[in-house]
């Protein structure tokens, strides 16, 4: 059997967040993502498509870096206004019946008790199409909003986020027995409160006593995503992930990227394929391969330079408007997010001016672009999936929705006809549609089924 590929849309409750500045676009429909119909259109978009999952990227703060300011962000719209990523997911669910979603959620600034009971419930409520994209918060301004005088460091943003997950994985997992609800009307017994334990966690950084304040759902634990790019945060999502989310200029740097987090995985003592890889692309689909070149074309005039300039400054915590554009980016150590940082100043295969890296990263975030017709974009997935090791893709879009829908509608088609995806869902959980019917828990072998006994 042929290497199965899976898909996730990749998107913002934002006007355009990750092409800068396309908005203004014709074809696109970002201003309306304060609409409850823009998502749910979304979301059966996606469904036709038979996409695992819509995966929702966030920040709490505004790319202030440049220029020392929030005003370029805001006259922009650089992922300003931002709206909650949690919140249209009831209404996505409600539309579809097999689609999952994948919230960004801040383990630096979230509180574990309070955010177990949120995806607990919305776990429920999907049917167990829940997943959590799991993020160490790298903006100076989400600091100082919520509390803190700057930015935690680096490693102890981790440190605190393995806490954050050690904390949950209790609640989850352990808190309540799988027999615990009963339903018994005869004895006036909801459930028996000898199945739900305490789980008594104190530590650095949290005290929870428990118990969890909801009863399983069907996952029991959501879905893990991560996206971390340093040592530490591949460590991390080699630890914890069930699935990661790259960004990656060439065919190569995947190649290493998987190489290098599937030994890190076993080094946790995990199967390799425990976690699967999903690189991020921006397919620009044209009915001949001019066609989609004048298209990419036409889309990078419409990009924001200034508002690409913020978005990367926030990204690499540099304020670029010290910089002469004709400068080269050069490798240096950032805590922001470093992945960003390095796809310009370690790329082996070209030095990058700023103009250069403003340019490319006004589309897409920067990441790779697979452009031409429907065929030759499924060739390149195939031969990223194949030769790159990656188990999926996340689909970037240049105008929302419609990037998804020419995607479904024509490339969609042709990996269906190749046998390298699906023509219908296996299962209703979103565990089971990436790793297969039965498996809508976490396996033996993931830390979460690791955390001791609990006291009654």
Same mark, same amino acid.
């Given at each position: 059997?042929?290497?199965?590929?899976?898909?996730?849309?990749?998107?913002?409750?934002?006007?355009?967040?990750?092409?800068?500045?396309?908005?203004?676009?014709?074809?696109?429909?970002?201003?309306?993502?304060?609409?409850?119909?823009?998502?749910?259109?979304?979301?059966?978009?996606?469904?036709?498509?038979?996409?695992?999952?819509?995966?929702?990227?966030?920040?709490?703060?505004?790319?202030?870096?440049?220029?020392?300011?929030?005003?370029?962000?805001?006259?922009?719209?650089?992922?300003?206004?931002?709206?909650?990523?949690?919140?249209?997911?009831?209404?996505?669910?409600?539309?579809?019946?097999?689609?999952?979603?994948?919230?960004?959620?801040?383990?630096?600034?979230?509180?574990?008790?309070?955010?177990?009971?949120?995806?607990?419930?919305?776990?429920?409520?999907?049917?167990?199409?829940?997943?959590?994209?799991?993020?160490?918060?790298?903006?100076?301004?989400?600091?100082?909003?919520?509390?803190?005088?700057?930015?935690?460091?680096?490693?102890?943003?981790?440190?605190?986020?393995?806490?954050?997950?050690?904390?949950?994985?209790?609640?989850?997992?352990?808190?309540?027995?799988?027999?615990?609800?009963?339903?018994?009307?005869?004895?006036?017994?909801?459930?028996?409160?000898?199945?739900?334990?305490?789980?008594?966690?104190?530590?650095?950084?949290?005290?929870?006593?428990?118990?969890?304040?909801?009863?399983?759902?069907?996952?029991?634990?959501?879905?893990?995503?991560?996206?971390?790019?340093?040592?530490?945060?591949?460590?991390?999502?080699?630890?914890?992930?069930?699935?990661?989310?790259?960004?990656?200029?060439?065919?190569?740097?995947?190649?290493?990227?998987?190489?290098?987090?599937?030994?890190?995985?076993?080094?946790?003592?995990?199967?390799?394929?425990?976690?699967?890889?999903?690189?991020?692309?921006?397919?620009?689909?044209?009915?001949?391969?001019?066609?989609?070149?004048?298209?990419?074309?036409?889309?990078?005039?419409?990009?924001?330079?200034?508002?690409?300039?913020?978005?990367?400054?926030?990204?690499? $915590?540099?304020?670029?408007?010290?910089?002469? #554009?004709? +400068?080269?980016?050069?490798?240096? *150590?950032?805590? &922001?997010? /470093? !992945?960003?940082?390095?796809?310009?100043?370690?790329?082996?295969?070209?030095?990058?001016?700023?103009?250069?890296?403003?340019?490319?990263?006004?589309?897409?975030? $920067?990441?790779?672009?697979?452009?031409?017709? #429907?065929? +030759?974009?499924?060739?390149?997935? *195939?031969?990223? &999936?194949? /030769? !790159?090791?990656?188990?999926?893709?996340?689909?970037?879009?240049?105008?929302?929705?419609?990037?998804?829908?020419?995607?479904?509608?024509?490339?969609?088609?042709?990996?269906?006809?190749?046998?390298?995806?699906?023509?219908?869902?296996?299962?209703?959980?979103?565990?089971?549609?990436?790793?297969?019917?039965?498996?809508?828990?976490?396996?033996?072998?993931?830390?979460?089924?690791?955390?001791?006994?609990?006291?009654?």
């Amino acid at each position: 059997m042929k290497k199965q590929i899976h898909l996730n849309g990749f998107i913002q409750n934002s006007p355009s967040p990750h092409s800068t500045g396309l908005w203004k676009y014709e074809k696109d429909q970002g201003i309306h993502h304060n609409q409850l119909s823009y998502w749910t259109e979304t979301a059966k978009i996606l469904e036709r498509g038979k996409f695992d999952a819509l995966f929702i990227a966030d920040v709490l703060g505004t790319y202030s870096v440049y220029k020392n300011s929030h005003k370029p962000a805001a006259q922009h719209a650089v992922q300003l206004p931002a709206h909650d990523p949690l919140i249209p997911i009831s209404a996505m669910a409600a539309v579809t019946e097999h689609l999952g979603f994948a919230p960004t959620i801040s383990a630096t600034y979230a509180q574990p008790y309070a955010l177990a009971r949120q995806l607990s419930t919305l776990d429920h409520l999907t049917e167990g199409r829940v997943a959590w994209n799991v993020v160490t918060s790298y903006l100076e301004s989400e600091a100082v909003n919520l509390g803190l005088s700057g930015r935690l460091q680096h490693d102890l943003r981790y440190d605190r986020a393995d806490e954050f997950l050690e904390v949950v994985y209790k609640l989850w997992e352990h808190s309540w027995d799988d027999h615990a609800v009963i339903h018994d009307k005869e004895k006036d017994s909801f459930a028996d409160p000898d199945k739900v334990d305490l789980i008594h966690h104190q530590g650095r950084f949290f005290d929870v006593p428990g118990p969890h304040l909801v009863e399983p759902s069907p996952q029991r634990t959501p879905v893990l995503f991560q996206a971390g790019a340093s040592p530490r945060g591949r460590n991390f999502a080699a630890k914890h992930a069930e699935a990661v989310f790259t960004k990656n200029h060439s065919l190569d740097a995947l190649r290493q990227y998987s190489a290098d987090l599937r030994d890190r995985t076993e080094e946790q003592g995990r199967e390799p394929g425990n976690v699967l890889i999903f690189p991020m692309i921006l397919p620009i689909i044209g009915s001949t391969e001019e066609a989609a070149y004048a298209k990419y074309e036409e889309l990078t005039n419409q990009v924001s330079y200034e508002g690409t300039l913020s978005l990367l400054s926030g990204h690499t $915590g540099i304020d670029f408007s010290t910089y002469d #554009p004709d +400068q080269y980016i050069e490798d240096m *150590e950032t805590e &922001a997010v /470093q !992945g960003n940082l390095d796809m310009y100043a370690k790329d082996p295969n070209k030095k990058w001016t700023l103009r250069e890296a403003v340019k490319n990263h006004g589309l897409g975030n $920067g990441t790779v672009r697979f452009i031409g017709t #429907p065929e +030759q974009i499924a060739d390149k997935i *195939e031969e990223w &999936a194949i /030769q !790159g090791d990656a188990d999926g893709f996340n689909i970037a879009q240049t105008y929302s929705p419609g990037t998804f829908r020419e995607f479904v509608d024509y490339v969609v088609p042709e990996l269906q006809k190749r046998g390298i995806y699906r023509k219908e869902y296996e299962a209703k959980t979103l565990r089971e549609n990436m790793f297969g019917k039965g498996n809508a828990h976490l396996p033996d072998n993931h830390p979460a089924k690791k955390s001791g006994v609990l006291s009654k």
